[in-house]
């Protein structure tokens, strides 16, 4: 179990880029599979892009070739780079353990894509 503080988050222009970070702490980053997720209003929460400890990722196909995930472990932190932003990439995202642990949730961080 562990807390996630996820940052990096704001308003962008359609075509755009951000980079978030998300720092974890406690016991629940190494040796986990760990997972970028978002929720848009009105929808559930997905999981958007995953990293394994040896750094296999997986990318749902709605950010393939458009989002990286990658991590650093000695910081126990996960970033997620995203290119070429859509106003559908509008929502809060988080990060957590894939699977997700239920009490270690944040606050998120908010991703606006609008001209």
């Known amino acids: 179990q562990g807390q996630f503080v996820e940052s990096g988050g704001g308003l962008v222009q359609p075509g755009g880029s951000l980079r978030l970070s998300c720092a974890a702490s406690?016991?629940?980053?190494?040796?986990?599979?760990m997972g970028w997720y978002r929720q848009a209003p009105g929808k559930q929460r997905e999981l958007v892009a995953s990293i394994t400890l040896l750094r296999n990722t997986n990318y749902a196909d709605s950010v393939k070739g458009r989002f990286t995930i990658s991590r650093d472990n000695a910081k126990k932190t996960v970033y997620l780079q995203m290119n070429s932003l859509k106003p559908e990439d509008t929502a809060v995202y988080y990060c957590?353990?894939?699977?997700?642990?239920?009490?270690?949730w944040g606050q998120g961080t908010q991703v606006t894509v609008s001209s």
């Open positions: 957590n353990s894939k699977p997700a642990d239920a009490d270690s």
């Open positions: 406690g016991s629940i980053f190494s040796p986990y599979t």
